[in-house]
């Protein structure tokens, strides 16, 4: 919602005070569609020839991602962290090896589907269940594991952020995409030097309404998506981190309710919930 929001702001700041200012809206109305094809149409295929099919993916599906709401709130947290605390609390009074099956199928988890915000998220219990055998198992120590999730929420990272540098690269190329639409309109222009300066001066303002999209389309929307874009890879950064930040602190000795506490705070400052509030919801759970 913010984002069409902020759009529209922006438009009717820019066009508004253009025509306030006695400017002729009908020379950008006019040239708006030859040049918007020229400009997006170079940019699209250039944005394809210069990613993997996968970034593409990626990037369509982030681009979904932005006009969406953030599904990392404080609620969705604290399901998390009480779903580490009854998973390390089973551990600790039954002993690592009952939580195996809940380890092995998770989805038949009475833990896990517990708390379906998070135990339905592939991805939170393939991290949670991928350490969780290794503790089991008992092969590796606290430092070697700290250093695999390191270097798997690293990969996550490279892995999420490519979308972002994709778009980066594309906001970048826009203004360049609008300096070639008006160059071209300078040529068409120079090849009609016999007509009326009227006309003349329409075809120069319609080769100029090229640069004038390739900065817009650049630092008015593609750039402000993958900023937040950006945004959101961070805050999914963040689970990792809060559930790799319990993990190590119960490995290290830690009771559960002091573990989901080291948890707790990794988190950032507006979705971290406070320490009454998880303790308050781990009971009722």
């Known amino acids: 919602m913010f984002v069409i929001i902020g759009w529209a702001v922006s438009m009717v700041c820019i066009f508004g005070v253009f025509i306030a200012h006695g400017g002729n809206i009908g020379v950008i109305l006019h040239a708006l569609p030859f040049e918007m094809i020229t400009i997006f149409g170079a940019a699209i295929g250039a944005f394809l020839a210069n990613n993997q ?67 339905n998220d592939h991805h939170v219990t393939e991290f949670i269940t991928d350490y969780l055998r290794m503790m089991v198992s008992g092969n590796l120590n606290a430092h070697e594991i700290e250093s695999l999730m390191d270097s798997e929420i690293e990969t996550h990272h490279q892995e999420e952020h490519a979308a972002v540098a994709a778009l980066q690269r594309l906001a970048g190329g826009l203004p360049a995409f609008g300096i070639v639409a008006a160059v071209l309109g300078v040529v068409n ?15 120069i303002g319609s080769a100029l309404v090229g640069t004038f999209l390739g900065i817009l389309l650049a630092y008015g929307f593609a750039e402000p998506l993958a900023g937040l874009l950006e945004q959101k890879v961070e805050d999914g950064g963040k689970e990792f981190q809060c559930i790799k930040t319990t993990l190590l602190a119960s490995m290290q000795g830690y009771a559960p309710q002091v573990a989901i506490e080291f948890g707790r705070k990794v988190l950032f400052s507006g979705d971290r919930p406070s320490f009454t509030e998880l303790e308050g919801h781990v009971k009722k759970k």
């Open 189 to 203: 222009t120079m090849g009609s030097v016999g007509q009326p300066p009227a006309v003349l001066g329409g075809m």
């Open 53 to 119: 099919m996968k970034v593409v993916k990626a990037t369509a599906k982030g681009l979904g991602l932005c006009f969406k709401g953030s599904k990392y709130s404080k609620a969705r947290y604290m399901e998390l962290l009480a779903l580490m605390y009854d998973i390390l609390q089973k551990a600790r009074k039954e002993g690592l090896m009952s939580i195996e099956k809940d380890v092995e199928d998770p989805h038949n988890s009475p833990l896990f589907q517990k708390y379906a915000t998070v135990g």
